[in-house]
């Protein structure tokens, strides 16, 4: 079982939907969590982060966190064809202090 | 912003070379890594840092090797490139203060022929 597991995609969303990311992870010790966004051929770049149970909220982006349930989703408003991307769930486990990623989940936003 | 910077942005090189990627932050993290990424694929760790003369093999067995001698410059270096060698390496740096946050530079695209 990967330590962070994401649904590869592609998830494809009308433009002006809501695109919901899911991840899950095992590391029942981990602390902090990430989502980067990484358009196709180059590198990722951080959009969220989230520490504690529950929604932040950033612009159009919701990261959720239900750490009893191992899991943290991400929720974009109001897509625009911009949004077109892979998007990353990190996880920084409880030792070493190294993040984990997962595959990623593609997302097609189409006009 | 974000001051990291990797060079060269893309190599080919043949069979048996020794090459270096470049990595160099302006930041002044203490943190820095080298992950591995074939198109479509997952990140995979092979390196990291936790500061000068430190380095640490990452979650993914790598023939390549790294050196820490200044804050600022994390280089890769690979004896001898193989086909098997090819891949999009990606270079990343954090503040030690802790949070993970990630930096990424542009990475290196690298085929050897």
């Known amino acids: 079982q990967k330590e962070v597991e994401q649904n590869s995609g592609p998830l494809s969303v009308p433009e002006g939907a809501i695109a919901s990311l899911n991840c899950t992870y095992s590391?029942?010790?981990?602390?902090?969590f990430f989502w980067y966004r990484q358009y196709s051929g180059k590198s990722p770049e951080l959009i969220m982060s989230i520490y504690s149970n529950g929604d932040k909220e950033d612009g159009r982006f919701t990261a959720q966190l239900n750490k009893a349930s191992q899991y943290v989703s991400l929720l974009i408003r109001d897509s625009q064809p911009s949004d077109s991307a892979t998007y990353l769930c990190?996880?920084?486990?409880?030792?070493?202090?190294?993040?984990?990623f997962g595959g990623g989940t593609r997302v097609l936003v189409k006009p | 912003e974000a001051d990291i910077y990797q060079t060269p942005r893309y190599l080919v090189i043949g069979t048996g070379k020794k090459i270096t990627l470049e990595c160099s932050q302006t930041?002044?993290?203490?943190?820095m890594y080298w992950y591995q990424q074939d198109p479509g694929m997952e990140l995979h760790l092979i390196h990291y840092s936790y500061g000068v003369n430190s380095t640490e093999k990452g979650d993914l067995s790598s023939e390549s090797t790294v050196s820490r001698i200044r804050t600022e410059h994390f280089p890769l270096t690979l004896e001898s490139a193989r086909p098997s060698h090819t891949s999009q390496y990606l270079c990343?740096?954090?503040?030690?203060?802790?949070?993970?946050?990630?930096?990424f530079g542009s990475g290196t695209q690298l085929s050897v022929l």
């Open positions: 930041m002044g993290h203490d943190k």
């Open positions: 590391d029942r010790g981990s602390q902090s």
């Open positions: 990190a996880v920084n486990g409880d030792a070493g202090n190294k993040l984990t």
């Open positions: 990343a740096s954090s503040d030690a203060q802790g949070n993970e946050k990630l930096f």
